[in-house]
């Protein structure tokens, strides 16, 4: 099951910048990090995932510490269509995931 | 727009009542995958299935089945409906069997039980 720890909810101005912690400290080796980001009860959209490295597309950056326990997750210019539930998981299959209960993101005018 | 095909988008039936909810993966797409969404238990993994054949089992009850078709739509399976069983149900598909990637879900299905 998913084994990340978020905050329930976090607020962001629109325009700046949004950035997600998630807590991961028992990760295994062979463990991926994901995010995924859920609108109002649409399908949840893949945004970036990473091992060790920090990595960054369109969508957004995923900073991981060097000891792997925590990542953050940065949306670099937050608009109101950011407004979601964001989940950090965890996977070494690259598949299977368990979602926990997220971050609901609000993106305020 | 994912790709992803799912029908019925809403369905209210009653207990103790079939019901099957039909996923199209994108096209190319061999690696099917359904999820539930309750309120309280968030987004729980079912079952995947990859060309044609079970590959990995998560929190699907017994009650519950599935099967991939050999052009590659699947369909879910839900039988003894119970009130707890309404949630909404998404498919996701992906090229691959493991290894990373992302999975591109659908807009899911809306099930009542009454």
């Known amino acids: 099951d998913a084994k990340t720890t978020q905050p329930t909810s976090m607020d962001c101005a629109e325009g700046r910048a949004a950035n997600l912690p998630c807590n991961h400290s028992t990760i295994s080796g062979n463990e991926y990090v994901y995010w995924y980001r859920q609108i109002h009860s649409q399908g949840p959209q893949y945004i970036i995932h990473?091992?060790?490295n920090n990595e960054t597309n369109e969508m957004a950056s995923l900073i991981i510490t060097e000891d792997r326990k925590s990542s953050t997750l940065i949306l670099p210019h937050a608009t109101l269509r950011d407004t979601a539930v964001y989940y950090c998981?965890?996977?070494?299959?690259?598949?299977?995931?368990?979602f926990g209960t997220g971050t609901s993101l609000t993106v305020i005018p | 727009d994912s790709g992803v095909t799912q029908t019925p988008k809403h369905l209210i039936t009653a207990t103790g009542q079939r019901v099957t909810l039909r996923c199209s993966p994108r096209?190319?797409?061999?690696?099917v995958y359904w999820y539930q969404q309750s309120l309280d238990q968030g987004l729980q993994f079912l079952i995947q299935?990859?060309?044609?054949?079970?590959?990995a089992k998560g929190n699907i009850l017994e009650r519950f089945s599935a099967q991939q078709f050999p052009d590659l739509h699947s369909e879910l399976n839900l039988s003894s409906l119970e009130l707890g069983d309404s949630a909404l149900y998404f498919c996701a598909s992906s090229p691959r069997l493991a290894g990373t990637g992302e999975l591109f879900f659908g807009e899911g299905s809306r099930l009542t039980v009454l």
């Open positions: 998981i965890l996977t070494n299959t690259g598949n299977q995931f368990y």
């Open positions: 990473g091992l060790k």
């Open positions: 096209s190319g797409d061999l690696s």
């Open positions: 299935y990859y060309n044609g054949e079970e590959r």
